[in-house]
């Protein structure tokens, strides 16, 4: 096999007679070409063929002929998460919705390529912490006199604390999830 290397950088690998191509690109076989790697997607090898890694759910990517050493994949900011592989635009990162929260650098997801770090899925607050925003970073805990019983059933559920004065048990510490007596 020979190639040509005036036809968009391939080159011919001694070890294997294959045609290669670069990082950030990849060898399409029927056309004898090395294209380069889309927004969303990675080339982190030489001699790629058809086609370049997706950047994980949770990161996205917007450059083009991108390698890992060149920052290929982005995570996903703080309160925003993205289910979407080789995504190619921050906006594939929606906000949380209330209820929810993705913590800086992941809280939940993580990408295949080791360089950005994001949240896949927002993740309902835990019992006793609420989240009264969209596009949270984390939960805040449920103040005295106030409480959360919901154990991560629904996000709904982690919209507000309850005020115990509606229980009749006055009395909560911070971060509750049930209400007690005076004691």
């Known amino acids: 096999v020979v190639c ?10 001694a070890a294997d007679s294959r045609c290669g ?21 990675y080339g982190d090898e030489v001699a790629l063929v058809g086609r370049c ?12 002929g991108a390698n ?8 996903c900011p703080a309160g925003r998460a993205s289910a979407t592989p080789g995504a190619s635009a921050l906006s ?3 906000n949380c919705s209330k209820g929810t929260f993705a913590a800086a650098g992941g809280g939940g997801g993580s990408d295949d390529d080791g360089d950005g770090e994001g949240a896949a899925a927002c993740t309902i607050c835990p019992r006793g912490f ?5 596009g949270q970073a984390h939960c805040a805990a449920c103040l005295p006199g106030y409480f959360n019983p919901d154990d991560q059933k629904s996000a ?5 604390c309850t005020a115990c004065a509606e229980t009749g048990l006055p009395v909560s510490g911070p971060a509750a999830w049930f209400c007690t007596d005076c004691v």
């Not at 040509?4 to 690998?13: D, I, L, S, T, W």
């Open 4 to 13: 040509e290397p005036a036809v968009n950088g391939p080159y011919c690998r």
């Open 21 to 41: 191509c670069d990082v950030g690109r990849y060898r399409v076989d029927s056309q004898n070409r090395c294209d380069p790697c889309t927004a969303g997607t």
């Open 53 to 64: 890694h997706l950047c994980a759910a949770g990161t996205y990517g917007t450059a083009v």
């Open 68 to 75: 890992v050493s060149a920052g290929a994949c982005t995570g």
């Open 92 to 94: 594939f990162c929606g």
């Open 130 to 134: 609420v989240a009264e925003a969209e």
């Open 156 to 160: 709904a559920n982690h919209e507000a």
